[in-house]
């Protein structure tokens, strides 16, 4: 989409967490197409920057560095306010999984990092946009958890715990913050992205053939999720994980 074919502005603003390729890409993608103006992070700038590009550069702002840092967190919300004047949404999708294995042999230090990616810097985005914004203007939170967080997950084990810990977040979080801030998460299957490539990467047709619906995901299918949990459409939906999954979960219990 190129500048010239982009909607109006539609007045409000959103900050997307690991945002310059995949999952986020999509979800700004498609927040972008209906008028949103977006702050963007990751940790390159030069991804950032393409994105932006993409995206439309005079509606994205970009602003890089790891979630789990303060001081990073502190400064993407603190330049989205300073460019938009707001951050009526919050889509926290930064994650990391560097660990293939039994959780009975993990490193806890790779637990650690795990979480602080997963979980903690999803609490801190929340408590500085609540503070910055949300608090007094009202908003959306759209947490991005996994199907991983909703069973067991071998060999990625400690990934499932964290994705669990931020579906039990949006449900604390959707109850301190109602009425004025709607919390929400979105549990994927397998999307098609880098960051579970390894899942699916020489064995795609193989992997799709497990799902009901006979395809792996693609970002826009977590973009367009993503757009309604932040829209008018769900403003009577609070507390709740949508589970997008391709229908991988009707097979649950199939002998």
Request: net charge negative.
């Given at each position: 989409?190129t500048?010239?074919e982009?909607?109006?502005?539609?007045?409000?603003v959103?900050?997307i967490t690991g945002?310059?390729?995949?999952?986020g890409?999509?979800?700004a993608e498609?927040?972008?197409?209906?008028g949103?103006r977006?702050c963007i992070t990751g940790?390159?700038?030069?991804?950032?920057k393409?994105?932006a590009?993409r995206?439309g550069?005079?509606?994205?702002?970009?602003?890089?560095?790891?979630?789990h840092d303060d001081?990073h967190?502190?400064e993407?919300?603190?330049?989205?306010m300073?460019a938009?004047?707001?951050i009526?949404?919050?889509?926290?999708n930064?994650?990391?999984?560097?660990v293939?294995?039994?959780?009975?042999?993990?490193?806890l230090?790779v637990a650690?990092?795990?979480?602080?990616t997963?979980?903690?810097?999803?609490?801190?985005?929340a408590?500085?946009?609540?503070h910055?914004?949300?608090?007094d203007?009202g908003?959306?939170i759209?947490?991005?958890?996994?199907?991983?967080?909703l069973?067991p997950?071998?060999?990625?084990?400690a990934?499932?715990?964290?994705k669990?810990?931020?579906?039990?977040l949006?449900v604390?979080?959707?109850?301190?913050?109602?009425?004025?801030?709607?919390?929400?998460a979105?549990a994927?299957?397998?999307?098609k992205t880098?960051?579970a490539?390894?899942?699916?990467?020489?064995r795609?047709?193989?992997a799709?053939?497990?799902?009901?619906?006979?395809?792996?995901?693609?970002?826009?299918d977590i973009?367009?999720?993503?757009?309604?949990?932040?829209?008018d459409?769900?403003?009577?939906?609070?507390?709740?994980t949508?589970?997008?999954?391709?229908?991988?979960f009707?097979?649950?219990g199939?002998?």
């Amino acid at each position: 989409m190129t500048s010239t074919e982009l909607p109006p502005l539609s007045g409000k603003v959103a900050l997307i967490t690991g945002a310059s390729r995949g999952i986020g890409y999509g979800i700004a993608e498609a927040l972008v197409a209906r008028g949103d103006r977006v702050c963007i992070t990751g940790r390159g700038e030069d991804a950032l920057k393409e994105a932006a590009e993409r995206l439309g550069a005079d509606r994205v702002l970009t602003v890089a560095g790891k979630a789990h840092d303060d001081a990073h967190r502190a400064e993407a919300v603190e330049r989205t306010m300073e460019a938009f004047g707001r951050i009526d949404y919050l889509v926290n999708n930064a994650g990391t999984n560097p660990v293939f294995g039994p959780i009975a042999d993990l490193d806890l230090n790779v637990a650690r990092k795990v979480f602080e990616t997963n979980v903690i810097s999803a609490l801190g985005f929340a408590q500085l946009t609540w503070h910055a914004w949300q608090k007094d203007n009202g908003g959306a939170i759209v947490n991005i958890a996994s199907v991983a967080g909703l069973a067991p997950s071998p060999f990625i084990g400690a990934y499932g715990i964290s994705k669990a810990a931020m579906i039990n977040l949006t449900v604390q979080l959707a109850h301190e913050y109602a009425p004025r801030v709607r919390v929400n998460a979105i549990a994927p299957a397998v999307v098609k992205t880098k960051f579970a490539q390894a899942l699916y990467e020489g064995r795609e047709e193989e992997a799709a053939a497990a799902y009901p619906l006979k395809r792996l995901g693609v970002p826009s299918d977590i973009g367009g999720a993503a757009a309604f949990l932040t829209s008018d459409q769900s403003d009577w939906i609070t507390g709740q994980t949508l589970v997008v999954d391709g229908g991988i979960f009707l097979n649950a219990g199939v002998a």
